[in-house]
C-alpha cells in the first residue's frame, strides 16, 4: 500500500461505546495529524505528532485521545462521544525537518464517523 | 489570526469551459499555499502549493494557481474543465505552526 491509510471508513458508535481509528502512513514521514470535517465548519486541527511527540492539542475535548506508537501509526481513541462529534475524521502525514522548513501535508480518505 | 476566504461556496460551469476558483488570505508575512481536492466521500488530495519562487504554480490534473501579494490572493485555474473535476476545492494556507488553516471550500459542479 502507498500513501495515507486509514481505517475503519465507516463507523456508527452509541454514545457510551468506545472505539479506535487508526491511521498509517507509508511515505516515511515523521509528523501525523487528525482533522476534523463537520457538514457546516472548514477542517479543524485536532492534534498534531511530531517525531511521535504530541506538539498541538488545539482544545480538543478529553472525549477524544490520540495515541501515536511510532511514526507510521496513529490512532484516535474515542468514548462517550456526542452526537455532534458525527463528522469525516482525516489522518494527515508530513515529513517535519525543524527550522524554518515548511512541510506539504498528505491526506488519507478519512474515516466517516456517525454517533447514535 | 490567519485565515483564509473562498467566496464561493457553489460554482457551475459547462464542460469544457475554463474555470477560476478565488481564495483570499490573510497573514502578515508570506504564506506557505495550498490547494487541496476532495471528491464525494474521500480524503483531500493535493493540487499544487507555492512556497516561493515563481508566482505561478503549476499543478495535477491541468491546475495552475497565481500568488498575488498585492492582493492576498491565491486563485485556482483551468482552462478547460472535465466532468471528473467536478468536487470541493480547498484553499489552506501554512503560517509556520505546525498546521494548516482551510477556506470553507468551493464546490464545483460540471455541466455536460
Known amino acids: 500500500e502507498t500513501g495515507v491509510t486509514q481505517t475503519p471508513r465507516h463507523l456508527v458508535m452509541g454514545m457510551t461505546n468506545k472505539k479506535s481509528l487508526k491511521c498509517e502512513q507509508h511515505l516515511g514521514h515523521n509528523a501525523m495529524y487528525w482533522y476534523k470535517q463537520s457538514a457546516k465548519k472548514p477542517l479543524e486541527l485536532m492534534f498534531v505528532?511530531?517525531?511521535?511527540?504530541?506538539?498541538e492539542n488545539n482544545s480538543v475535548p478529553s472525549r477524544f485521545s490520540p495515541e501515536c506508537p511510532n511514526s507510521s501509526h496513529l490512532f484516535l481513541h474515542l468514548h462517550t462521544l456526542q452526537p455532534e462529534d458525527s463528522a469525516l475524521y482525516l489522518c494527515?502525514?508530513?515529513?517535519?525537518?525543524?527550522?524554518?522548513?515548511?512541510?506539504?501535508?498528505?491526506f488519507g480518505p478519512g474515516t466517516r464517523l456517525l454517533v447514535l | 489570526a490567519q485565515s483564509v476566504t473562498q467566496p464561493d461556496i457553489h460554482i457551475t460551469v459547462s464542460e469544457g469551459a475554463s474555470l477560476e476558483l478565488r481564495c483570499n488570505y490573510s497573514y502578515g508575512a508570506t504564506p506557505y499555499l495550498f490547494w487541496y481536492v476532495q471528491s464525494p466521500g474521500q480524503g483531500l488530495q493535493l493540487l499544487l502549493k507555492y512556497f516561493s519562487g515563481d508566482t505561478l504554480v503549476q499543478g495535477i490534473k491541468g491546475f495552475e494557481a497565481e500568488f498575488k501579494r498585492s492582493q492576498s490572493s491565491f486563485n485556482l485555474r483551468k482552462p478547460s474543465v472535465h466532468w471528473s473535476d467536478a468536487a470541493e476545492y480547498f484553499c489552506?494556507?501554512?503560517?509556520?505552526?505546525?498546521?494548516?488553516?482551510f477556506g470553507s471550500g468551493t464546490r464545483l459542479q460540471v455541466q455536460p
Open positions: 505528532y511530531s517525531l511521535e511527540e504530541r506538539v
Open positions: 489552506a494556507v501554512d503560517t509556520g505552526r505546525r498546521a494548516l488553516t
Open positions: 494527515a502525514s508530513s515529513r517535519f525537518s525543524g527550522s524554518s522548513g515548511r512541510e506539504t501535508q498528505y
